[in-house]
């Protein structure tokens, strides 16, 4: 198994992930637990797989130093358009994370690393160049497809046979994750090296609700609730991903 870029799902990727609910909660989510957790100043943010730039744009608007870095070269070049769209600034690198120490100067305020480990061949290789690439007081913004979520929903469609032979990953095509993350696991490797100071879930009940009562429901209430139990000690660990908020040690 390989790390999986998106070169010829780009298009695919924008709408079936940022054309609806799914995309506005997956941002409301991560913009306001960076809110809250960042200093009111000019930040110089990295974007690790920055796809098609959502969330750098919306740092730039708020007056940071961005450089977006993505391997998948259509991805790049649609971040790039949304940037020059809204009259905004960012340095752009097409380049895999491996490719990342070699080509950047580290001591970033704030990394980003939202929904890549997944498509990684080893996504723990990862961890200590996202260390490297931050400054000693600076953030990770870690964003993770979650496999607990993952072993639910399996649950709710009584797809037992899979569950019993642990078979979890995307195939092909598929936009379903290759590696979906314990959240454990993960958090048992990053303690070495990182302290978690927040942690949310990211769709913490919008995916599992059936498909009438998400026609039915209002995009700002789906909003509003979505972020009032995105730490709830009962459901924040239901998310289809979750994002953790961390400092250096």
């Not at 995309?23 to 809110?35: C, N, S, T």
């Not at 899979?162 to 303690?191: I, M, N, V, W, Y």
């Not at 139990?229 to 908020?245: D, E, M, N």
Request: with cysteine; aromatic share 8%; net charge negative.
């Amino acid at each position: 198994m390989s790390d999986r870029h998106f070169d010829e799902l780009a298009t695919r990727f924008a709408e079936k992930i940022y054309g609806g609910a799914k995309g506005e909660i997956r941002l409301a989510v991560l913009q306001a637990d960076l809110l809250e957790a960042l200093p009111e100043r000019p930040l110089r943010i990295l974007d690790v797989g920055a796809g098609l730039g959502h969330m750098a744009l919306w740092l730039a608007e708020g007056g940071h130093d961005v450089t977006l870095a993505e391997p998948a070269a259509p991805m790049l070049e649609g971040a790039r358009e949304r940037f020059a769209a809204a009259g905004l600034q960012a340095s752009f690198l097409q380049a895999p994370w491996q490719a990342l120490p070699e080509r950047l100067e580290g001591d970033y305020d704030l990394v980003l690393c939202h929904a890549v480990l997944e498509w990684l061949a080893e996504p723990l290789a990862i961890l200590p160049t996202l260390r490297r690439l931050t400054a000693a007081d600076g953030w990770l913004s870690l964003a993770f497809y979650n496999k607990d979520a993952l072993i639910y929903r399996n649950l709710l469609k009584g797809h037992f046979r899979k569950l019993r032979q642990a078979h979890f990953a995307g195939e092909g095509q598929s936009l379903t994750p290759q590696r979906p993350q314990d959240p454990r696991q993960l958090a048992t490797h990053l303690e070495t090296a990182w302290r978690i100071e927040s942690r949310s879930g990211v769709r913490v009940f919008h995916d599992y609700m059936p498909a009438e009562f998400q026609a039915k429901a209002d995009p700002a209430d789906l909003l509003e609730m979505e972020l009032a139990h995105r730490r709830h000690p009962a459901f924040a660990g239901l998310g289809r991903y979750l994002h953790w908020v961390c400092r250096p040690l």
